[in-house]
């Protein structure tokens, strides 16, 4: 092995994580400005040039509109298929499943739109920062009650989530701290805050479609008594709660865990963290020295993680599964079957609810559980064979010319062996175990591509490559990052 | 009461609203353009989403506000549409559609019963791809806005091709997926060049006269127009899409005023208040003329939060000396006595 595919198959580890992958042209050109680079450009890059919401809101009013998640689920989508900023989606799919807020409770897809908006722009800053844009989300407001949180009679949701699932982490904070919390929040609303509950508890579209929801702090609403949160006593509203959560050790370690088991290896779900240590103690150590050494920033946390050897180690490569979206995200990258808005986007967004991540739906405020609780019978199923399906399908852009590329400079004949080497390296350079690649072999061998001229008979070829690819599709180390 | 303007010359006032946001029928889901035929019946045009076929529709009713149902539905067979972008009437009140994604002209009579279809995808002569309006001349031929071909085809109404004018680009004349097309009392032909942010005029045979237009939020300055449409006396009138407002211009392309929305609760609307009191209560405690700096000047988002402004003004057409325009994103039509 060269020192230059140990380098792309490091940078096609860090695309699988830091974004969806990257077939092997993509590979080359990131390659070409080194790894730090790579991830300097990952993190520093905020604004994609390909991303048209004209062309959207032109073709698909639903889905700029997003009365429901179905409009909301395939603009995000689409963001994720044609971003060239692909941290920044990622991190807003990290963040969507941190703070998982869903349709079926704020029954509106602009406000969860919005959110992934605010995601997008702001969860690569500071915690401090994010938590405050979260405090004020309308999304959120609604999805954890907080509407419903008033002086003098108090809605702990969103307090006790804010310490326990979005912050902190059980054990690290008592009952009376969740109550000082809650009112410290009290207050923060949303404008219209009765017609609007009232539409949302309706899913109600009249008279004319649904309204956007917008922040309102009701300071007569406001409990500005003195509080004492966490052993700091004072007349705290939400900006010095969050400020005092963003210090504590807790929240360091609860956001490092939480970056690992996203971005380098599959931890247990969060509601085992309090009894279970972290799998690498001296990896959330770095990442908590981080979260401290930059003023909580987050970008800074994973750029120290993405450049720290437990990330680069092969022994956390393929060590992920991907969540439906990631996967549809990587196939559908490399088929590159879209370049602008498309109808089509809707119905793969449906295929990703199918695989059992319904985008702008997480099943309940802790998100959807990752690592093998992606996998069932009926969600592997859906997985496999639309990898299969989308791999070996030659009439998209993607897959034509990835096979163009195998066959080019072959002369007349491929043998398996090189076939199967080729194939995985422009799928973004996947390595596979013994056992897979004997079998990916195997079935080249006995599916007749080496008996194939490639120049007279380059249909036939074309015919025989997607097919392995589709098999190729199916692969634990495909279906894994 | 005058249209806020920020000229001096106000030429529209505000009349109406109708509509409501229904999955199906007396209402609309995401309305692209209104057509009328000479017995006083208005049909409004429904893209809908494809999540539930039940919203693509043509709704049919009068500027009174009286429903007389829907037809239309969602398919790729006789009489259904899989994309609907816009409508017209003959001088027969028969109606034509355009589905943007088979590129095919579908014809019912005026009770929706189905004539006739034509038109097929392709990038050759007479070919159609992504058509997005459609309009009749004096002769009751046929201009088609041939958005994916950058260019305007003319047919009888038999969709016998005529010609066809424009081409791609960005010089005068060219095209850049071309949207709404009108027709003056000249029979020339307007076109809201969509992607280069200007109107362009031709004569009817297609020969280039003028343009207007430049990219920007400022007065008279265009962000995507969707639709344009001339009166009487010459003025035309811009859904300046992008900008979120209705820009009106002399015959020489000279900005005179805008509109940015003034709607009122439709009938139908009303009637949905009466009949839900709680939403109707907790509606009338609620401020949904909220202050428009916060929202960062972006016409979107200020659209989406203030209720009365267009939001997604996707057709503008006159009709009986009244301005009628649809809107998508806010499921209703503004119409407004035009006053010059």
Not at chain 1, 318 to 327: G, H, N, R, T
Request: hydrophobic letters at 35%; proline letters at 3%.
């Amino acid at each position: 092995m060269t020192n230059n595919n140990s380098d792309i198959k490091l940078i096609a580890h860090l695309l699988r994580r830091a974004g969806f992958g990257a077939t092997k042209d993509e590979l080359d050109k990131y390659n070409s400005i080194g790894y730090e680079n790579v991830v300097d450009a990952l993190i520093d890059n905020n604004n994609s040039q390909r991303i048209n919401d004209a062309l959207v809101r032109r073709y698909f009013p639903d889905q700029s509109v997003t009365h429901d998640q179905v409009g909301g689920g395939a603009y995000f989508l689409y963001r994720l298929l044609l971003t060239d900023s692909p941290l920044r989606e990622k991190i807003a799919l990290f963040w969507h499943n941190v703070f998982a807020t869903g349709y079926s409770k704020v029954t509106n897809g602009k406000p969860l739109s919005d959110q992934l908006r605010m995601f997008r722009d702001h969860g690569l800053s500071k915690l401090d920062k994010l938590l405050l844009k979260l405090s004020k989300d309308p999304a959120m407001i609604i999805w954890l009650d907080n509407i419903d949180n008033h002086n003098g009679a108090i809605n702990e949701n969103y307090g006790r989530e804010l310490l326990e699932l979005f912050s902190m982490g059980v054990g690290n904070y008592s009952e009376e701290d969740i109550k000082e919390c809650a009112r410290a929040f009290t207050g923060w609303s949303i404008a219209n805050s009765d017609y609007i509950k009232e539409l949302a508890v309706r899913n109600s579209i009249m008279p004319y479609g649904k309204l956007a929801w917008r922040y309102e702090y009701k300071e007569n609403d406001h409990d500005n008594g003195e509080k004492t949160f966490l052993g700091h006593k004072g007349n705290f509203n939400g900006e010095e709660i969050i400020k005092i959560i963003c210090e504590q050790p807790a929240t360091a370690r609860f956001i490092s865990r939480h970056l690992y088991h996203f971005f380098v290896a599959d931890e247990p779900p969060v509601p085992a963290w309090p009894y279970k240590e972290p799998q690498d103690s001296e990896a959330i150590d770095i990442l908590e020295k981080a979260y401290f050494d930059s003023g909580y920033d987050i970008g800074e946390m994973i750029r120290v993680l993405f450049n720290s050897e437990f990330f680069k180690s092969e022994r956390c490569h393929y060590k992920k599964i991907k969540s439906p979206a990631e996967l549809a995200g990587n196939i559908l990258r490399t088929t590159n079957e879209f370049t602008e808005p498309s109808i089509k986007i809707t119905e793969y967004n449906s295929q990703i609810g199918f695989m059992g991540q319904t985008l702008l739906n997480p099943p309940s405020v802790e998100g959807w559980h990752q690592g093998t609780e992606w996998i069932e019978t009926g969600s592997l199923t859906e997985r496999v064979n639309f990898a299969s399906q989308q791999l070996g399908d030659i009439s998209k852009p993607g897959i034509k010319k990835i096979i163009e590329n195998i066959i080019k400079n072959e002369g007349n004949s491929i043998s398996a062996q090189i076939c199967v080497d080729k194939c995985l390296e422009q799928l973004g350079a996947i390595e596979t175990s013994q056992h897979t690649y004997k079998i990916l072999v195997e079935f080249a061998q006995n599916n007749g591509i080496s008996d194939i001229n490639l120049v007279n008979d380059k249909e036939n070829a074309t015919k025989k490559i997607s097919e392995l690819m589709s098999v190729i599709g199916s692969v634990p180390e495909f279906q894994q990052s | 009461m005058i249209s806020v303007t920020k000229s001096t010359s106000p030429i529209v006032e505000y009349h109406n609203t109708i509509g409501l946001c229904t999955m199906e029928g007396r209402g609309f889901m995401f309305p692209v353009d209104t057509a009328f035929d000479s017995n006083g019946y208005i049909y409004t045009i429904n893209r809908g989403h494809k999540a539930d076929p039940r919203t693509i529709r043509i709704t049919k009713y009068n500027i009174h506000s009286e429903f007389f149902g829907t037809f239309l539905s969602y398919g790729n067979n006789d009489g259904q549409l899989l994309t609907p972008s816009s409508i017209a009437i003959d001088k027969n009140n028969n109606i034509y559609t355009c589905d943007e994604l088979t590129s095919t002209v579908t014809i019912f009579d005026s009770n929706g019963k189905f004539i006739n279809k034509w038109g097929h995808k392709g990038k050759g002569k007479s070919d159609l791809d992504g058509p997005t309006s459609i309009i009749f001349d004096q002769n009751e031929d046929i201009y088609i806005s041939d958005q994916y071909n950058h260019r305007i085809q003319k047919f009888t109404n038999e969709g016998k091709f005529l010609l066809s004018f424009g081409s791609y680009g960005n010089n005068n004349s060219q095209l850049n997926l071309p949207w709404g097309i009108s027709i003056d009392n000249n029979n020339n032909i307007f076109v809201a060049n969509w992607r280069n942010n200007r109107i362009e005029k031709f004569s009817d045979d297609g020969k280039f006269i003028a343009q207007f237009g430049n990219y920007g939020n400022k007065e008279g300055e265009l962000n995507r127009p969707s639709s344009v449409v001339v009166d009487n006396k010459e003025y035309i009138y811009v859904a300046d899409w992008g900008n979120e407002r209705i820009q009106i211009y002399d015959n020489k392309g000279i900005y005179i005023s805008q509109i940015r929305g003034q709607a009122t609760v439709s009938k139908w609307a009303q009637e949905f208040l009466d009949s839900n009191l709680e939403e109707a209560s907790a509606r009338s405690k609620a401020n949904l003329k909220p202050d428009i700096s916060q929202f960062n000047n972006d016409p979107h988002e200020e659209s989406s939060h203030i209720e009365e402004f267009f939001w997604g003004p996707t057709s503008v057409k006159i009709h009986k000396n009244k301005l009628y325009v649809t809107e998508s994103n806010r499921h209703r039509v503004q119409i407004y006595n035009i006053l010059t």
